[in-house]
């Protein structure tokens, strides 16, 4: 089962910041948080990922809590075409028992409206 | 950028048959994955695949399904017998070291 919940879905006005929440309360300490999002039904893209710090690549802005039970991922201005299902995803680091898959939750469903 | 491609887009079977999906992954990663999407459902792991091995697999991937990377450039998912509930988008990823997973755009498989 999925370890993070998100809301099921919410509503962002173009060219506005979208703020995506997501906790994972229950996230160990060798775990990351990554975020994909999914258009439609093409392939999950990947967007960013963390550990602790806060992280910022071309696409988007990932704020880790200094607990770590939760974050956020900011879109600084959306558009119609990041309307998709955002996914946040905690994962452990590679070793023998895990080999890097994604266990994919519901996801946020993310409308962006003109 | 180098991405991931999957053949066929779309792939019609009938039930019973056997179905290849094939991927070709980013040149230079090393662990190869395979999910699935039922439509209207979560996507799912499926099976890992690392140093030309299965390294992990769900539930999911029973007898039927076997993968392979016959050539060092593609990767291929194997259903030998397609049930009706086979019927799903079917994504390859791959990674390399750095963690990052890149997914295909995906294989709409439909078993009539």
């Known amino acids: 089962d999925a370890k993070t919940t998100q809301p099921p879905s919410m509503d962002c006005a173009e060219g506005r910041a979208a703020n995506l929440p997501c906790n994972h309360s229950?996230?160990?300490?060798?775990?990351?948080v990554y975020w994909y999002r999914q258009i439609h039904s093409q392939g999950p893209q990947y967007i960013i990922h963390?550990?602790?710090n806060n992280e910022t690549n071309e696409m988007a802005s990932l704020i880790i809590t200094e607990d770590r039970k939760s974050s956020t991922l900011i879109l600084p201005h959306a558009t119609l075409r990041d309307t998709a299902v955002y996914y946040c995803?905690?994962?452990?680091?590679?070793?023998?028992?895990?080999?890097?898959?994604?266990?994919f939750g519901a996801g946020t469903q993310v409308v962006v409206t003109p | 950028e180098p991405e991931v491609t999957q053949t066929p887009s779309h792939q019609v079977t009938q039930m019973g048959q056997e179905v290849i999906l094939r991927c070709v992954p980013i040149?230079?990663?090393?662990?190869f994955y395979w999910y699935r999407q039922i439509l209207g459902q979560k996507v799912e792991f499926l099976v890992s695949?690392?140093?030309?091995?299965?390294?992990?697999k769900s539930e999911i991937f029973d007898d039927q399904f076997s993968v392979e990377r016959p050539d060092g450039s593609n990767f291929t998912l194997k259903i030998r017998s397609t049930k009706l509930e086979d019927s799903a988008m079917y994504f390859c990823?791959?990674?390399?070291?750095?963690?990052?997973?890149?997914f295909g755009p995906g294989t709409r498989l439909t078993v009539t």
């Open positions: 995803i905690v994962r452990p680091t590679m070793t023998t028992d895990s080999w890097g898959k994604f266990q």
């Open positions: 229950t996230i160990s300490g060798n775990e990351y």
């Open positions: 963390g550990l602790k």
């Open positions: 040149s230079n990663h090393l662990y």
């Open positions: 695949f690392y140093n030309n091995e299965i390294s992990e």
């Open positions: 990823a791959s990674m390399s070291e750095i963690y990052e997973q890149y």
